[in-house]
């Protein structure tokens, strides 16, 4: 399946209009077919929410995927579909997004990093992160992809957002020692559409010390456990190996593609 059909199709289950073979359709999609298809629906998250809302101006586009991605998973045959975590993120991007331009109150903001937090409690969400915010294949480096595959992505959770970013919190897959201790980890994921947007790219890579890609700098042990590394979409803050100072800390990010 392309990833034009694929938008297409869950741009109906999203209005609720999708025929019976059609929905089985779009919970057969294979992974790369529902990442490159999630991407794209993502990349233009804006213009949807836009005409969906003009559409159903008594609805938003937040209750929409909500209501399908509850309507999913009610389904016998959506246990293994990688479609689950994709909504998942989709619902988390939206629903920031609705926080970002609306202005709500303390409590409504506490409401929606409740629920953010809630899309957390199983695997699905994160590990559609692990393939959405991958590092590019070609133009992404080892380092990148040797720090990116150690993340336990199946037990992720959420920490905090900000006006055009969330971080969550998590760990690596392996201990790090004989004693079964595992580093800990902040990832710090920019918000669709911001991570295509070139002002903003410049002013998240500007703000980093180093290179672009991976770099290492001091932090107090205070600072290091309330901050994640800016990045342009993924950024991974983390202690490194016994060898290192136990004040540095190693950064990766990457872009969805």
């Known amino acids: 399946m392309s990833p034009d059909r694929f938008s297409a199709l869950l741009s109906a289950e999203l209005r609720d209009r999708n025929s019976d073979g059609d929905t089985q359709e779009l919970l057969a999609c294979s992974e790369s077919t529902v990442v490159e298809g999630t991407r794209e629906v993502l990349r233009q998250v804006l213009d949807h929410i ?8 008594d609805r938003t586009f937040f209750e929409a995927c909500s209501d399908a991605r509850a309507r999913l998973m009610s389904r016998a045959e959506s ?10 993120l989709i619902c988390l991007n939206v629903k920031l997004l609705d926080r970002r331009f609306k202005s709500p109150s303390k409590v409504e903001q506490r409401e929606a990093d409740l629920y953010c937090a809630s899309l ?7 590990l559609a992160i692990a393939t959405i915010y991958a590092p590019d294949e070609e133009t992404g480096n080892r380092i990148e992809h040797r720090t990116w595959d150690e993340i336990d992505f199946a037990h992720l959770s ?15 897959i392996e201990p790090d020692n004989e004693a079964g201790a595992r580093s800990p980890l902040a990832i710090k994921c920019v918000l669709f559409p911001w991570n295509k947007i070139t002002a903003m790219l410049l ?6 010390v180093g290179s672009t890609w991976i770099c290492r700098r001091k932090m107090s042990s205070s600072t290091r456990r309330d901050t994640s590394a800016s990045s342009t979409s993924a950024s991974i803050t983390s202690t490194v190996g016994r060898s290192a100072s136990p004040n540095t800390t190693t950064r990766c990010t990457s872009r969805p593609r």
């Open 79 to 88: 246990g293994r579909s990688p479609l689950i975590g994709a909504l998942g």
């Open 120 to 126: 957390f409690t199983t695997p699905e969400v994160g």
């Open 50 to 57: 836009t005409e969906y809302e003009f559409e159903n101006p």
């Open 203 to 208: 002013w998240t890579e500007a703000i980093r």
């Open 158 to 172: 959420y920490h905090k957002a900000g006006t055009t970013s969330f971080i969550l919190k998590g760990y690596k």
